[in-house]
């Protein structure tokens, strides 16, 4: 079991969260419109990857695998982050941060869940209490840009409204359970077009109360 520190960023002011990974679950295909949800499988299936056996998907991973560092390194040259929204469950209390789930797309065609597993999974070092965004919490806008060859472009960009809320997320593959990290599921990407690029960056803004958590990193590639 992996213990991280987060800061607690909460408009009664600042503090910290020792959170004890017991579950990491990232969640596939929770698009809110699921009938294009349902058509956007179909198009995986025509590139050669394997539906998944049930919509939303829900993929376990080792809590060994979550990351806040600024630098992660793969085997593969075809992998790309996802931008995230991230519900961590500390007993009765829930926080939200952004994160990445950089997945192996080359691997993806033939296994997603080993996709997801050859890859570091990344979060914001902040977090906020989810009681303070959850009244506007379809209002919370995600942003991802890339950055290949020195040129930074945006990459993803939508709201939370466009992604199932995480209790719908939870009643479809098994329930809160304490110390559990859920990855919320993540947008298309502009164009349709993926991009294994040098740097991602990752942005969840608050819109209401004014404020964001950001992270970024380098992904380079390990030595043959």
């Not at 192996?104 to 989810?130: F, N, Q, T």
């Not at 990459?155 to 304490?178: C, F, H, S």
Request: some cysteine; hydrophobic content about 35%.
């Amino acid at each position: 079991m992996k213990t991280v520190q987060f800061v607690i960023r909460s408009r009664k002011g600042s503090g910290e969260l020792k959170f004890a990974m017991k579950h990491v679950i990232c969640a596939g295909f929770t698009g809110r419109d699921q009938v294009s949800v349902e058509e956007h499988v179909r198009e995986l299936a025509r590139m050669g990857v394997k539906p998944p056996a049930s919509i939303p998907a829900a993929y376990t991973v080792p809590d060994s695998l979550i990351t806040s560092e600024y630098s992660i390194t793969v085997d593969g040259k075809m992998t790309s982050g996802e931008v995230e929204c991230v519900v961590l469950y500390d007993g009765n209390r829930a926080y939200v941060t952004v994160g990445s789930d950089h997945t192996d797309r080359e691997m993806e065609k033939k296994d997603i869940l080993k996709s997801k597993e050859a890859c570091p999974k990344i979060l914001a070092a902040e977090v906020w209490p989810y009681e303070e965004v959850s009244d506007h919490w379809d209002r919370i806008e995600l942003k991802s840009t890339v950055t290949d060859r020195g040129r930074e472009s945006i990459y993803q960009e939508g709201t939370l409204g466009d992604l199932m809320k995480p209790e719908d997320i939870l009643a479809r593959v098994g329930g809160k359970r304490g110390g559990l990290v859920l990855y919320c599921g993540t947008m298309p990407v502009r164009g349709g077009q993926l991009k294994f690029a040098g740097r991602f960056r990752m942005e969840m803004r608050d819109p209401v109360l004014n404020r964001a958590i950001s992270h970024e990193y380098d992904i380079v590639l390990a030595p043959e």
